[in-house]
């Protein structure tokens, strides 16, 4: 527990570390595990990230030479979850952000179980700081690779979640221009991005892929890169009563934002529909509002 951990501090840091330093290989993988189970709150992980020696350690474990392939995968896999559990807390990415260079080589590798890890740990690293994601959203390649991550590896769920978020972070995060968001768009973040908008079972990340559309809208001059990627229909499968209300009216932005380039009388009948079903809906007022500003705009 916490009192434990604080109490025995130092005695734990000093024998995991001599684990990840030794030679035996399963201790190796055994001593970054027991850091990122010990990094399960700000607390503990501001004690562990404050002694860089046991991050220097984890690192290390990630040039090792191993014996099998098997085992370099266990060991860099446990290395990378306690990197990415330590990078979530604030006062931990300090110390992490300078290794940026490591994880994002791993983005790059062919085992899937490496990639989720750094790129979840990319991702909480990204966080919070304008100029690191400014400088990576302008690194077309690297974006491209991480576009192409959930059609390389359709069955790895964790990639199917983290590459889209990762994305969706660096366009939130990153200062951007008209012409640097039209990069950025020409790489085909949108369709990724928008499969986030469609997990209903988890309306925060489904948040964080609608203000990722948002800002592109906001900023791009021309919006068919959007509508071709069918934002409309996925507007639409945001809008039903049981759609969490912040994802609902998020959505209905984005229809306002596009409406004056919708096109279509299919198109338009549905959007009248859903109009006027939400302008009777008393129970949500902030989106009856937006969907009566919607249908004035419209006529």
């Not at 190796?28 to 501001?46: E, P, W």
């Not at 990639?115 to 991702?123: G, L, N, T």
């Not at 978020?165 to 939130?172: E, G, H, P």
Request: glycine share 4%; net charge positive.
């Amino acid at each position: 527990n916490r009192i434990t951990f604080i109490q025995h501090k130092q005695w734990y840091q000093r024998r995991v570390r001599g684990w990840l330093n030794g030679y035996q290989e399963h201790l190796k993988g055994t001593g970054a595990v027991v850091i990122g189970n010990l990094a399960t709150s700000d607390l503990r992980c501001a004690a562990l990230a404050s002694n860089p020696q046991l991050v220097d350690s984890l690192l290390a474990a990630l040039h090792c030479d191993y014996s099998s392939d098997e085992m370099m995968a266990k060991v860099k896999h446990a290395a990378l979850s306690a990197l990415r559990n330590l990078s979530i807390c604030e006062t931990a990415k300090k110390t992490l952000r300078p290794h940026l260079p490591i994880l994002l080589s791993y983005i790059r590798s062919d085992m899937p179980m490496l990639i989720f890890k750094a790129v979840a740990c990319v991702r909480a690293l990204v966080r919070g700081s304008k100029a690191i994601a400014t400088d990576l959203a302008s690194d077309k390649q690297l974006v491209k690779v991480v576009v192409e991550l959930p059609d390389r590896f359709k069955y790895h769920s964790g990639i199917q979640g983290e590459a889209p978020r990762l994305l969706s972070t660096l366009i939130v995060e990153a200062t951007q221009t008209s012409e640097t968001i039209s990069e950025l768009v020409s790489t085909g973040v949108v369709p990724v991005v928008l499969k986030m908008t469609q997990t209903k079972e988890y309306p925060k990340i489904q948040v964080e892929g609608w203000l990722a559309i948002q800002k592109i809208l906001n900023l791009l001059k021309d919006h068919e890169a959007v509508l071709s990627a069918g934002v409309f229909s996925s507007c639409e499968e945001c809008l039903s009563d049981e759609t969490n209300p912040n994802v609902r009216i998020l959505a209905l932005n984005i229809i306002r934002m596009v409406s004056g380039s919708l096109k279509g009388k299919e198109t338009m009948d549905a959007l009248k529909k859903h109009l006027a079903r939400l302008l009777t809906n008393e129970e949500d007022i902030p989106a009856q509002q937006l969907a009566k500003e919607i249908k004035e705009s419209l006529n």
